[in-house]
């Protein structure tokens, strides 16, 4: 149902732009975002977008990651600037059925966004 692009080798201080294209029953009514799991790491909510369009992200992404949605092309994009060594990972994009505003970023990887891709690999040298 979302399937992920975009991953690949940065340098630090690197940009990479993450795709996670969405299937058709996935629409606005849903809270969309990203983790990551590093290996030996537990997973980490990255980035959120609610049903208006308001970001939130991780304090450790904050200034440097930009989630964004074009709701005409079913995609979430994920651009990321300034990147660091920490920023490796395996990324994976979540969405989850949405009331109101409700879209908490620290919970995107848990069951509370059941729908995932299979993930796109960031690193960073």
């Known amino acids: 149902q979302l399937v992920e692009s975009g991953g690949g080798s940065v340098q630090a201080g690197g940009s990479l732009r993450l795709s996670c294209a969405a299937a058709g029953y996935i629409d606005s009514t849903y809270c969309m975002g990203w983790f990551r799991q590093a290996p030996g790491k537990e997973r980490e909510g990255v980035a959120a977008?609610?049903?208006?369009?308001?970001?939130t992200y991780t304090y450790s992404v904050e200034g440097r990651f930009t989630i964004s949605q074009d709701y005409v092309k079913k995609t979430v994009y994920l651009q990321m600037s300034s990147l660091k060594p920490e920023d490796t990972a395996m990324y994976y994009c979540?969405?989850?059925?949405?009331?109101?505003?409700?879209?908490?970023?620290?919970?995107?990887?848990?069951?509370?966004?059941?729908?995932r891709g299979q993930g796109t690999q960031v690193t960073v040298s």
């Open positions: 977008i609610d049903r208006a369009g308001a970001p």
């Open positions: 979540a969405a989850g059925r949405a009331e109101g505003r409700w879209c908490p970023v620290e919970a995107t990887f848990s069951n509370l966004f059941p729908y």
